[in-house]
């Protein structure tokens, strides 16, 4: 498996035996809500579909993955999101096809999409890596692969010693001790996952947020966290990656006051 790195989007290209492009985190319809909270922006979202469809254009993927939240008011969907979900998505599946993760912001996503678009919220295993929006408890399933995840909106900050600063979206990788996750399963339903092994090799990777409104610092995510799977990192093995790919090492290199 290669992973390719789009930091125009920011995207994910997954090459194996077939080509998926990644995106997370859309958040369609954000600009209602911050409207409600006192911040009039126009509306982005002719601007991220262009981003879009430029990601698709250079990667020709076999299909498209979005990892979840690709609308963003909860519990109901608002005007804005009616009117611009049903071109957005239209777009999208006119030039490949489209899968969905449906993530927590996605209540009624279901209405905009075609029969088959919609994968489950536990997330699903395609061409063998794990694919999921991050903020519940990954199908047993998925455990022994490599997860990609949202949900998390990763930023990194690095602060020189003059004071320049550099805060951006970022990848979060980490492996996953999947035994957390399944006492927290069998807490939820019968039988749980029993059997699954402490280390069994699984490993996460939480994708920036396409929606450049949305980010999270990588050291709160750490110290923080809040989800199933952000408890169960395994801190020591936590490495960041910019978004065309630069490895900036291990996340305790970040740690300490930004």
Known sequence: ?????????????????SRTLVFADLHIGIEADLAAHGW???????????????????????RVVLLGDVKHNLP?????????????????????????????HDTGIAR???????????????????????????????????????????????????????????????????AKLAVREKKHAKGGAGGVQEDDGTRVLFMPSFNEYAGFDVTRILDHPFSPISRALRRETAEVFLTDGTCLGNARMLEGPV
């Open 40 to 62: 009039h922006i126009p509306s982005r979202s002719a601007e991220r579909l262009d981003r879009l469809l430029s990601c698709i254009a250079a990667a020709e993927p076999d």
């Open 1 to 17: 498996m290669n992973l390719c790195f789009l930091s125009e989007g920011p995207a994910l290209l997954v090459q194996n035996r």
């Open 112 to 178: 905009f999409l075609e029969p088959n678009e919609l994968l489950p919220a536990e997330g699903a295993v395609i061409d063998d890596t794990g694919y999921f929006h991050g903020h519940t408890i990954p199908a047993p399933g998925l455990f022994g692969r490599l997860i990609l995840a949202g949900h998390h909106h990763p930023l990194v900050s690095i602060r020189d010693e003059v004071g320049c600063s550099l805060r951006a979206p970022a990848y979060l990788l980490a492996g996953i001790d999947t």
């Open 76 to 104: 109901v969907t608002t005007r804005q999101e009616y009117r611009e979900l049903p071109g957005l998505l239209d777009a999208l599946r006119r030039t490949v096809p489209l899968l969905v993760v449906p993530g927590n």
